[in-house]
């Protein structure tokens, strides 16, 4: 099952890659890396792959679909809905797994709405955003049983002087819950910080820093989580881009992964 899973989730990578080289030369822009999913005009719908190694030294593989759906511009202001919906693979204990079992549910949904600013200055733009967590993956190790809001703040700032171009994104989002779907749910109160960056390369190739996978601080424990993530990918065209990359824990006494790795489908409509 699991061997079968990895080769589906690439099988499905280099189907969908094939299908649509032929537009990459009739669509190309030359823009220096991947746009911004909330600052588009363009619906767009992500699939990633993760395989994890957790602390515990159990294994989880997960599929999330995310849908982002451009809301209206106005004036320079833009708007962006967003909703996740994640499929869990894992033999990680817990209320929802109690023997540890490889077992396959559905995981906590997530919707988001975005704002991002007219220019600020030149090639800057600010955003913020509110999401709402919903329960939908029950117990642990499938959901966090709770309802969560978790407001954020950003900003984007391209330099296309600098290499082949290069866009800083960091993001800074807190996570709270609000409301216990179970008398047993743990309470989140977790800092997120996302240090993003992008190289652009030659080619429509580009490297980016952090593009999912956050330092993390639970404040109800006092611990830190600081990984270390990387991508690899390519705009093959103005309707496809896909990626490669992995996460490996750097340091930090909050329990996450060891390592994951991950695999990024992005067609934009």
């Keep these: ?20 080289t032929s537009l990459a030369q009739s669509e190309a822009t030359g823009e220096p890396g991947p746009p911004d999913p909330v600052d588009s005009p363009k619906t767009r719908l992500e699939t990633w792959f993760y395989y994890q190694d957790n602390a515990d030294s159990s294994g989880q ?36 797994n109690p023997n540890g079992d490889w077992t396959f549910h559905g995981g906590d949904s997530l ?20 999401r709402l967590v919903w329960p939908t993956g029950g117990q642990p190790p499938f959901g966090e049983e709770q309802y969560q809001w978790a407001p ?17 994104h960091p ?10 779907d179970s008398a047993d749910a743990a309470k989140v ?20 820093l952090y593009p999912e996978n956050p ?3 639970n404040q ?12 690899v990918g390519k705009a093959i065209s103005e309707r496809l881009q896909v990626g490669l990359g992995g996460a490996v824990k750097l340091g930090g006494s909050y329990p996450q992964y060891q390592y994951l790795l991950e695999a990024q489908v992005e067609l934009r409509f």
């Excluded at 004036?75 to 817990?94: A, C």
């Excluded at 954020?152 to 171009?165: H, K, Q």
């Excluded at 652009?200 to 190739?205: G, T």
């Design 61 to 96: 593989y997960k599929l999330t679909e995310k849908v982002y759906v451009p809301l209206g511009a106005s004036g320079g202001w833009r708007f962006t809905g967003r909703l996740d919906v994640p499929l869990i693979y894992t033999d990680k204990e817990g209320n929802g």
């Design 111 to 130: 919707t988001e709405f975005y704002v991002t600013t007219p220019p600020a200055a030149t090639n800057l733009t600010l955003g913020a955003s509110l």
């Design 220 to 231: 109800l424990t006092r611990q830190w989580f600081v990984p270390f993530e990387a991508m």
């Design 215 to 217: 330092i993390e601080y």
């Design 189 to 208: 109160r977790k800092l997120d910080l996302y240090p993003t960056v992008t190289f652009a390369l030659p080619d429509r190739w580009f490297i980016t």
């Design 152 to 168: 954020s703040l950003s900003l984007n700032y391209r330099r296309p002087d600098l290499g082949y171009g290069m866009t800083f």
């Design 1 to 20: 099952m699991i061997r079968l899973a990895k080769q589906v989730t690439l099988a499905a990578i280099l189907c969908i890659a094939a299908s649509d």
């Design 171 to 180: 993001l800074v989002r807190y996570f709270m819950s609000y409301h216990a």
